[in-house]
Nanobody
Framework: QVQLVESGGGLVQAGGSLRLSCVASGRSFRTYAMGWFRQAPGKEREFVADISWSGESTSYADSVKGRFTISRDNPKNTVSLQMNSLKPEDTAIYYC????????????????WGQGTQVTVSS
């Protein structure tokens, strides 16, 4: 069993930066691939980024590529999302999630979800 708790959301002006963190409980964290998803008002939840269990492989949605960076610290059971050059269209609730494999995370087959953290980008 893995429990995920996100933090770091908030209100920021366009062009600014935020760093989201997700702390996992449970000894098996390092065996899971991890990802970030987001859901804007009136829209479906969408993939943002994911990272393999080792941290060697990452992938990003085209909309955030070059602006967001996902990373993980297995000894600290933490996965982070550094978000730079934020845009109003990045406004959403951001969710941390865990899945069995890097590929399954990317296609949305997840085993665990966090409760989400709100990110609001003003223009």
């Amino acid at each position: 069993q893995v429990q995920l708790v996100e933090s770091g959301g908030g209100l920021v002006q366009a062009g600014g930066s935020l760093r989201l963190s997700c702390v996992a409980s449970g000894r098996s964290f390092r065996t899971y691939a991890m990802g970030w998803f987001r859901q804007a008002p009136g829209k479906e939840r969408e993939f943002v980024a994911d990272i393999s269990w080792s941290g060697e492989s990452t992938s990003y949605a085209d909309s955030v590529k070059g602006r967001f960076t996902i990373s993980r610290d297995n000894p600290k059971n933490t996965v982070s999302l550094q978000m730079n050059s934020l845009k109003p269209e990045d406004t959403a609730i951001y969710y941390c999630a865990a899945g069995q494999t890097y590929y399954r995370v990317r296609i949305g087959v997840l085993d665990y979800w966090g409760q989400g953290t709100q990110v609001t980008v003003s223009s």
